[in-house]
């Protein structure tokens, strides 16, 4: 079985080296020649736990290669997985289709013998058939079935959630492509993961709904959590009470600062776009767009409440710029509409993240980098944490209580205890949990 993965971006690269770790040969595309040459050198164009290691592996037991010429890499594939990348179009921020579609083209006219072509970027619904509708224009006389193969790794922990996934989406009409298919994810297939054929607009659907359903969740839970702060309600206590039930579920019902990330922000806005050309609008989805990009604003508004209504000329430090832990990704973060809004109100930003420095220097002005999180508490009044690196979470409080100006910390992860931060004499909020009032002040508010 030979693979031919078009495409070394995230899904393109994690994809086609765990392809290589079931034993299959694969050739990895991309017409970036600085990439594949940095590849080739063992060098990674993202941070991903364990890739380097896997791609030094199956590339030393020749199973995996780099190459700039998408007719090398097809001509003998038997299936070729689109999985270049499909950014917002600038003036309407649809996917913009352009590199799969002449993905297509370039495929259709080099293959050889009976093709699967997978499409595996996350598309609208209907792409699948349009690669279908090229290739079929460019070559009548071509072999080959389309399928739909959406992913559904998240970053930071793509390789386990490729090799342990809770289930495989395969849209396909064909039986000779599910075979295909089949064969491809034997290993999971013999692991009884769950794979699930269906046609081609619904597997491209299932991942919209998949990720449009995991934002819901964040989203409704941080409201309950804007609740929770009036009403004096613990939300970590109501996700757990909540997502014990099997029904619901306990996954993603971690309040924060509001989603982020290359994904859900896209894919949300997608479905919106999706349903309204198909006359069926999302209208929860919508709601969850509008109140996760005003919570990502508010977060900034917490910040300068807690330092008494205004920031102006203050030190505030930020831990943590990546959308979330393990990755270098700043797209979408929460942190990207956090300090401009800080520094706007007049405010000094010092900041350190683990990776993500480097990326979010190329998008943040002003900003100065510090080297660790006690670098940047130093003459801080004000400590915000926006990611909840493992770094972040067992920090020497005593000595961060003596470098900081004044003591206060604003965690929007909730990786930290009330009491905890409480008996060091911080003043401390975070998301959705009551203060600890001293027993003098419940009985002034009592009376108030
Ligand atoms: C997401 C999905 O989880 C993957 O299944 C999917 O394949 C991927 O998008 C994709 O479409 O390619 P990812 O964006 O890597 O993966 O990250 P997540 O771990 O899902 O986190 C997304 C955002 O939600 C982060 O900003 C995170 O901090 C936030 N989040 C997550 C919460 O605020 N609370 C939670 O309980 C969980």
Redesign the pocket.
Known sequence: MRIAMIGTG??GLVSGTCFAEFGIDVTCVDKVQGKIDRLLKGEMPIYEPGLEELVAKQVKAGRLSFTTSTADAVRDADAVFIAVGTPPRRFDRAADLTFIYQAAREIAETMQGYTVIVTKS?VPVGTAREVERIICETRPDGDFDVCSN?????????IS?FMRPDRVVIGTESARAQEVMRAIYRPLYLNETPIVFTGLETAELS?YA??AF??T??TF??EIANLCEKVGGNVQDV?RAMGLDNRIGG??????????????P??TEALLRIGEEHGAPQHIVESVVKVNEERRRDMARRVIAACGGSVRGKKIGVLGVS???N?D?IR???SLYVLPLLQAAGAVVAAHDPVAMETAAQEMENVTWCKDAYDVAAGADALVIL??WNEFRALDLGRIAELMHEKRICDF?NIYKPEEMESRGFSYISIGRPEILPAGDIRKRAKA
């Open positions: 995230y899904v996350t959406p992913e559904f790794l998240r970053e930071g922990a793509a959630d991942k998949a990720n995991l934002a969740k964040i839970i941080n996700a996954k993603f019902l971690h309040a924060g600062p509001g989603y982020g990330g290359s994904c859900f896209k894919d959308f979330k832990p990755t990704d979408e973060a929460p990611t909840e992860r």
